[in-house]
């Protein structure tokens, strides 16, 4: 039986993505870090790649971005969704040989000019200003060990990752059917967006829920 909690204007649900998210309402993107330790033993699941098409399915035709590594987007989730109608690259330093991901996007696009960056050649004659759109790609270092964001979650990215692609979506109203940690709620409510979020394991879904309201009341203290 799935559960649901609400925490300010987010609306989180513990229970499988395959089940919940058929039922819920409509939102201007699906945002989301799918499983991607493949075979990586969770607190209360392995993810086997014979499971990760029922795990996308629910996705197919939905405005999305979706994150993986390189070859696990070609080799488990193309399959599934189709080729992506997009892509961006998160770039970052790391002494593991990955260290970049993709975002695909399909049925959604990328609004360069929304969000700016440093410019990669400023000396070009063509570059008016030391920022410009975004590229396809931006540099970012991973959350680490010792680093204020990081949780009892093993696989967290940034949350100033996923807000950048909110806002490259101009996405008002989110959802992520793999919440893990809840990084893309915490997105949410820094651009002051709706968010529904869905996570199947009790121990992530509680870290979850933590991190929202602790978001949320240091929101309200800052306001």
């Known amino acids: 039986m799935a559960e649901k909690v609400t925490v300010g204007s987010a609306e989180l649900w513990l229970g499988d993505c395959r089940d919940i998210l058929p039922t819920l309402p409509k939102v201007d993107a699906v945002i989301t870090d799918p499983p991607y330790g493949i075979?990586?033993?969770?607190?209360?699941?392995v993810d086997l790649p014979d499971d990760y098409s029922s795990l996308l399915a629910p996705l197919c035709g939905r405005p999305l971005a979706l994150l993986q590594y390189p070859e696990e987007m070609?080799?488990?989730v193309v399959p599934t969704l189709g080729p992506p109608d997009e892509c961006l690259a998160w770039v970052y330093p790391s002494n593991l040989p990955r260290q970049f991901r993709i975002w695909g996007l399909w049925n959604i696009s990328a609004h360069f000019?929304?969000?700016k960056q440093p410019a990669r050649n400023p000396e070009c004659a063509k570059v008016k200003s030391l920022e410009v759109a975004s590229y396809d790609w931006w540099e970012q270092p991973q959350?680490?060990?010792?680093?204020y964001?990081?949780?009892?979650?093993?696989?967290?990215?940034p949350v100033?990752?996923?807000?950048?692609v909110i806002r490259l979506t101009r996405a008002?109203?989110?959802a992520d059917p793999f919440m893990g940690s809840g990084t893309t709620a915490i997105a949410c409510h820094r651009l002051g967006l709706p968010f529904i979020g869905i996570e199947k394991d009790p121990s992530y879904f509680?870290?979850?829920c933590r991190r929202i309201e602790d978001a949320q009341r240091q929101g309200r203290l800052i306001a």
């Open 149 to 157: 964001e990081k949780t009892e979650h093993p696989c967290q990215i």
């Open 74 to 76: 070609m080799r488990l």
């Open 143 to 147: 959350v680490k060990g010792n680093g």
């Open 160 to 164: 100033s990752s996923v807000e950048r």
């Open 113 to 115: 000019g929304d969000v």
């Open 206 to 208: 509680d870290i979850a």
């Open 172 to 174: 008002k109203s989110v």
């Open 39 to 45: 075979g990586f033993r969770y607190a209360s699941h």
